[in-house]
């Protein structure tokens, strides 16, 4: 009986267990997407356009298409079969050029985005503390009311055990 008790008490705070955890994981998904919205709402349309250049800036994609068009470049104005079409003589001083261009803008675009993202994840971190202070305190709570059940079922016990002590001795007693 008391193996079916114990099996029952288990099951029971399992289930607890599982749908608090189900509760902290919908109270932080609900708080995310809420943060998600407000980043949306409040920035700015050149902010939206910095962070994607800095996605595509930071990609392989970037990195493949600017290896095929340095290869490119390097190669129609290097052969002399294509003398006619060279627009960027040895030592390629126009590409220098545009590859400082592109990183003296590439790199201020990609802080922006950088210190944005920064933001973000700090209000996020922040809410991901109270959601495990929250549930901490939780946990502390639970953790007394089973010390508070424990307590009781030991004295349930006693005075059951004294009981049937009692029931025995009046048995033999007769």
Do not use: C
Request: proline share 1%; hydrophobic share 45%.
């Amino acid at each position: 009986m008391s193996q079916i008790v114990e099996t029952n008490y288990k099951k029971e705070l399992s289930d607890y267990g599982s749908r608090m955890n189900r509760l902290v994981d919908e109270f932080e998904s609900q708080i995310h997407k809420q943060l998600n919205e407000k980043y949306a709402q409040s920035t700015k349309w050149s902010d939206k356009l910095a962070d994607k250049i800095a996605s595509f800036g930071g990609s392989w994609r970037f990195i493949n298409i600017f290896f095929a068009v340095l290869a490119l470049w390097i190669v129609l104005n290097s052969l002399s079969f294509t003398k006619m079409i060279h627009f960027d003589e040895s030592p390629f001083i126009l590409l220098n050029l545009v590859l400082s261009f592109l990183a003296g803008f590439q790199a201020p675009i990609i802080m922006m985005s950088q210190n944005r993202q920064a933001i973000r994840d700090k209000k996020e971190t922040i809410v991901d503390y109270a959601i495990n202070y929250k549930a901490e305190q939780e946990i502390d709570d639970m953790q007394g009311h089973l010390h508070r059940l424990e307590d009781d079922f030991a004295a349930f016990r006693r005075e059951v055990k004294e009981d049937l002590a009692e029931i025995k001795r009046l048995l033999e007693s007769k």
